[in-house]
């Protein structure tokens, strides 16, 4: 019996409180990881949308830098300018010293009895020795800031020749990538032509070899009469049943079509040249429109995706024979397919 008491008096172990601490360390690590994705996702998605703004700073930068040199070439050329003039400047103050200097050598022999004019000589000729010395001053700062235009322009130079080297290597990445992407819709479009012979094959195969029923260039055609009474777009029982073959292929095609090229099977409805004008229509445009927009219902009710149909009316403006018989009105009321891109 005493040892019965102790057993029951012995606390069970509790694993709870461990099992939340290792609960709340895995959602701290999935939390992480997921911050972690968020930040690549952002980072790359910015680099992808920032390489136009990068060229377009770039272009900028690279017509500024242009300017500027410019506007340093016209600077250079108006200090080089001054810089002649001031040595006009100095080599006539030369001439005139020489000039000054002769006559003080000539009145020199007369100094005993021009004494005063002797010393208002020398204080000219030392006025014109001042100006000389300032003209000299004036272009050894002139020499100085030329040297220092010289290599501003060169410094431009280089950054100039730089900016154009990153931007040829930018023109030709994009030109690159231009190409690949050329390619890349080019054999999008050659397999979506080959999907299409494919499919229009099957069709053809489908719905047997009727006169009413045709192939036009990268189109199916239908008559209208073989789906639609006359100034109806009540689809009749035998249209309903070509309808519904139809729909079986688009379904068949949607599974062997790569889910990255984007296609769509445009219906067109088209009528003759002689106008509807009826209560449910007023004009052909609208009837063209209905009979395509009936089709593509049929179309749905059938089990075709909404977003792989699109329906579109012509009214009489596309017709395929121009003449005023009544086979020309039969073969221009007509139904067309057309497997294309968005």
């Known amino acids: 019996m005493s040892y019965a008491r102790g057993r029951r008096a012995r606390p069970d172990t509790n694993y709870w409180p461990g099992f939340v601490d290792a609960m709340a360390t895995l959602l701290l690590v999935v939390t992480f990881l997921l911050s972690v994705f968020m930040v690549v996702q952002f980072i790359v998605t910015q680099v992808a949308s920032g390489q136009d703004t990068a060229l377009r700073k770039l272009n900028q930068q690279i017509a500024q830098l242009t300017e500027l040199l410019s506007l340093e070439t016209s600077t250079k050329r108006t200090l080089e300018d001054n810089l002649a003039s001031l040595r006009v400047t100095i080599d006539t103050q030369k001439e005139k010293n020489a000039r000054l200097q002769g006559l003080i050598d000539t009145e020199g022999k007369k100094a005993k009895d021009s004494a005063g004019q002797a010393s208002s000589l020398a204080k000219g000729l030392q006025e014109q020795k001042d100006i000389g010395a300032r003209a000299l001053a004036r272009f050894e700062l002139l020499n100085q800031q030329l040297a220092a235009l010289r290599r501003q322009i060169a410094t431009l130079e280089e950054a100039l020749e730089a900016s154009e080297s990153r931007d040829n290597q930018s023109q030709t990445q994009i030109?690159?990538?231009?190409?690949?992407?050329?390619?890349?819709?080019?054999?999008?479009?050659?397999?979506?032509?080959?999907?299409?012979?494919?499919?229009?094959?099957?069709?053809?195969?489908?719905l047997g070899d009727r006169e009413d029923v045709n192939i036009q260039g990268d189109r199916f055609v239908f008559q209208a009469e073989v789906l639609f009474p006359s100034s109806s777009d009540i689809m009749n029982v035998e249209g309903s049943a070509q309808?519904?073959?139809?729909?079986?292929?688009?379904?068949?095609?949607?599974?062997?079509?790569?889910?990255?090229?984007?296609?769509?099977?445009?219906?067109?409805?088209?009528?003759?040249?002689?106008?509807?004008?009826?209560?449910?229509?007023?004009?052909?445009?609208?009837?063209?429109?209905?009979?395509?927009?009936?089709?593509?219902?049929?179309?749905?009710?059938?089990?075709?995706?909404?977003?792989?149909?699109?329906?579109?009316?012509?009214?009489?403006?596309?017709?395929?024979?121009?003449?005023?018989?009544?086979?020309?009105?039969?073969?221009?009321?007509?139904?067309?397919?057309?497997?294309?891109?968005?």
């Open 175 to 206: 030109a690159d990538l231009g190409k690949r992407l050329n390619l890349a819709l080019a054999r999008k479009v050659r397999e979506l032509a080959r999907y299409r012979s494919d499919f229009f094959g099957r069709l053809r195969t489908i």
């Open 243 to 342: 309808i519904d073959k139809l729909a079986g292929a688009i379904v068949q095609l949607q599974k062997e079509i790569p889910s990255e090229i984007n296609w769509v099977i445009r219906v067109d409805g088209h009528t003759d040249v002689r106008p509807i004008a009826s209560p449910e229509f007023p004009s052909n445009w609208e009837l063209s429109s209905a009979r395509a927009i009936s089709v593509v219902r049929q179309l749905i009710h059938q089990g075709v995706p909404p977003n792989r149909l699109v329906a579109a009316g012509f009214g009489e403006f596309q017709p395929i024979d121009t003449g005023d018989t009544e086979e020309a009105f039969r073969r221009n009321r007509r139904i067309e397919l057309k497997l294309t891109e968005k």
